[in-house]
């Protein structure tokens, strides 16, 4: 619940739902996205009416879950290794030179996967609502609703995710030296870098 609300709010944030306006509120009090997690909970509490419906009904939605999974963290390590590459800039911490290899073959094998977990656990005349694997519908079917309404309309629009980035907080990262709290001046102190990466502090005359 409250990853699926911090979603939420990050999409409204960014224009992506119907009445986005209403979902990307932050409560003053509480400074949370109170809305976000109201939707969330009745959205939650629907799925769960699901269960009145069967097993079917909500063995179909938990189906999800593993393909769901595999994809989201395929996605950004198949990005990184064929579509990056050599672009892309490494963290403080990374597999170095075994990077490409190791993120090739995880994405190569949720490739695979994913078919695999399509598939129903029994074939032919056995098969029947209750054993078939509806993991393509209920996955398959709003993934190919939101591709479509991208292409229609979504591209003409969304500009991708909004800056909520401090300036003040990008100087820090650069620099290594925090911005000064708001009405205090500089000194009169110049802060110099050595090749070996100590820090210096020189008086200005």
Avoid at 76 to 101: E, M, Q, T
Avoid at 149 to 160: L, P, Q
Wanted: aromatic residues 10%; charged residues 15%.
């Amino acid at each position: 619940m409250i990853a699926a609300s911090r979603v939420t709010y990050a999409y409204a944030r960014d224009d992506c739902f119907p009445l986005s306006g209403l979902w990307k509120q932050v409560n003053n009090r509480t400074q949370t996205p109170v809305n976000a997690v109201i939707l969330n909970g009745v959205l939650g509490i629907l799925m769960c009416l699901l269960i009145f419906g069967g097993t079917v009904a909500i063995g179909a939605l938990f189906s999800i879950g593993a393909i769901a999974q595999f994809i989201a963290f395929a996605i950004p390590i198949a990005i990184r290794v064929f579509i990056v590459g050599d672009r892309f800039k490494p963290g403080p911490w990374n597999l170095g030179k075994w990077s490409k290899p190791i993120g090739a073959t995880g994405a190569m094998f949720v490739f695979l996967m994913l078919p695999i977990l399509c598939l129903p656990s029994v074939t032919g005349n056995d098969l029947t609502a209750d054993l078939m694997n509806w993991t393509c519908l209920v996955y398959g079917a709003p993934m190919l609703a939101v591709s479509i309404w991208w292409v229609v309309d979504a591209k003409n629009w969304f500009k991708g995710p909004k800056v909520n980035v401090e300036h003040s907080l990008y100087i820090e990262d650069v620099t290594g030296v925090p911005p000064l709290p708001e009405g205090e001046k500089e000194d009169d102190t110049a802060v110099t870098v050595s090749k070996d990466g100590a820090d210096s502090k020189d008086a200005i005359a």
